[in-house]
């Protein structure tokens, strides 16, 4: 599976950015799929997780109200869509395929990664 996200940019604080992750080489409909993130200097940390037929969707606490994450299968594709966005969301985003079942929080449960997008928020 190859994941390619896309959709960062530079936005002000409050505003907003939809990121997508377009999946090729087999279908993740059956995949739990994540979204990471990782700032300068900092871990890669879980931002938002989907399983494979988004009956279930978990956050990080430092984005729920913000942040929802969704799926088309039919696409291939996975989105972030992220509101209110905050100087402390400045990261490069990550999004991750992962082949069990459940949803899953940590980096090292992921199958699959993208290349990353940059998202940078200015106060």
């Known amino acids: 599976v190859q994941l390619q996200a896309s959709g960062g940019g530079l936005v002000q604080a409050g505003g907003s950015l939809r990121l997508s992750c377009a999946a090729s080489?087999?279908?993740?409909?059956?995949?739990?799929m994540g979204w990471f993130r990782q700032a300068l200097g900092k871990e890669r940390e879980f931002v938002a997780g989907i399983n494979w037929n988004a009956g279930s969707t978990d956050y990080a606490n430092s984005v729920k109200g913000r942040f929802t994450i969704s799926r088309d299968n039919a696409k291939n594709t996975v989105y972030l869509q992220m509101n209110s966005l905050k100087p402390e969301d400045t990261a490069v985003y990550f999004c991750?395929?992962?082949?069990?079942?459940?949803?899953?929080?940590?980096?090292?449960?992921?199958?699959?990664w993208g290349q990353g997008t940059q998202v940078t928020v200015s106060s």
């Open positions: 991750a395929a992962d082949r069990a079942s459940g949803l899953a929080y940590t980096a090292r449960d992921y199958d699959y």
């Open positions: 080489g087999r279908t993740i409909r059956t995949f739990v």
